[in-house]
C-alpha cells in the first residue's frame, strides 16, 4: 500500500501564488508517477499534472500549462506542484494521486492511490 498526505492549500487573491505538496508513504516503489488532480463542486475530478518518480518527467493539463510547475524530490518522496498566476475558476479541492500504471496517465481511474485532499480557493 501507499500513503499520500497532501499540504498546502488555502486562500489567494487572483494573480497570487499558492504551493501544495504531497508526501507519499509505504510501498512507492511499486508506483511509476505522481498525480495532482481537482474537483470543484459539482465537477468532476480533472487532471491537472503529473510526473514520473524515476526521470522527473512532467505532464501538464493544456489549462495550467506556462501557470503550474509540478516537481519532485525523491530523497523525500516528495512532490510539489507550484501554482502562479491563480484564477478563481482555480478554486477546487486538489487531490495528489500515484499510479502503477505505464505510460503517465490523465484519467483518475489509471491512479490506484489517492490522499484526502486539500482546499484551494482563489478570490477575485
Known amino acids: 500500500q501507499v500513503q499520500l498526505v497532501e499540504s498546502g492549500g488555502g486562500l489567494v487573491q487572483a494573480g497570487g501564488s499558492l504551493s501544495v505538496s504531497c508526501t507519499a508513504s509505504g510501498r512507492t516503489f511499486t508506483t511509476y508517477a505522481v498525480g495532482w488532480f481537482r474537483q470543484a463542486p459539482g465537477k468532476e475530478r480533472d487532471f491537472v499534472a503529473a510526473?514520473?518518480?524515476?526521470?522527473?518527467?512532467?505532464y501538464y493539463a493544456d489549462f495550467v500549462k506556462g501557470r503550474f510547475t509540478i516537481s519532485i524530490n525523491n530523497a523525500k518522496n516528495t512532490v510539489y506542484l507550484q501554482m502562479n498566476s491563480l484564477k478563481p475558476e482555480d478554486t477546487a479541492v486538489y487531490f495528489c494521486?500515484?499510479?502503477?500504471?505505464?505510460?503517465?496517465?490523465?484519467?483518475?481511474?489509471?491512479?490506484?492511490?489517492w490522499g484526502q485532499g486539500t482546499q484551494v480557493t482563489v478570490s477575485s
Open positions: 494521486a500515484a499510479t502503477r500504471r505505464t505510460p503517465t496517465g490523465i484519467s483518475s481511474y489509471e491512479y490506484d492511490y
Open positions: 510526473i514520473t518518480w524515476r526521470t522527473g518527467s512532467p
